[in-house]
């Protein structure tokens, strides 16, 4: 196993993640008043991001986990979706809130979204604590966004390389 060496300074602190979840949270609860909303985090990356931004939500909201392998150990993604973990919430007549990690390539939140608007969800929308564009290859509009960045191999708060760095409070880039 490599040993990676961290930089010193985050390219996202945990004060700066902190602050713009409780920001999303608070526009999101204002979007869906009223509501019935799911919040469906991608495991394992957006755990984090969706245990913190629930809490920041001021609605009553069913949270639960589906999981998506395109990546597996690698920083490339395959090219290849698949849903391995369905939610175990009725989403019949819910709008639900696909919560993701990182939307890169745009590939899997694309999928994501067709897979669950075909069903019988109410509205399907997206939020993704980083939206990094550099490297889209599928068109794909994110809802809520925490932070726009373009560059690097990120890792920390959820986020990871080869399943290790998830537990880092703040945001590091690994190039």
């Known amino acids: 196993m490599v040993n990676l060496q961290l930089p ?5 602190s945990t004060e700066q993640i902190r602050q713009r979840v409780f920001e999303l949270g608070q526009h999101i609860s204002q979007e869906f008043r009223g509501r019935h909303l799911v919040l469906l985090g991608v495991l394992n990356g957006a755990f984090i991001f969706t245990a913190d931004l629930c809490r920041a939500i001021d609605l009553d909201v069913e949270i639960d986990f589906i999981r998506v392998v395109s990546y597996g150990k690698s920083s490339v993604s395959s090219g290849s979706i698949r849903l391995i973990k369905e939610p175990d919430i009725d989403l019949a007549g819910k709008d639900v809130l696909l919560v993701e990690d990182i939307v890169d390539t745009g590939n899997t939140m694309a999928w994501l979204k067709q897979h ?44 990871d390389y080869a399943e290790r760095y998830r537990n880092l409070k703040a945001i590091y880039s690994l190039d």
């Open 8 to 12: 010193d300074t985050p390219v996202l």
């Open 116 to 159: 669950f608007s075909a069903g019988k969800t109410g509205r399907v929308h997206t939020c993704t604590l980083i939206d990094k564009k550099e490297r889209r290859m599928t068109p794909v509009d994110v809802d809520f966004v925490g932070f726009d960045l373009d560059r690097g191999f990120l890792v920390g708060y959820g986020l």
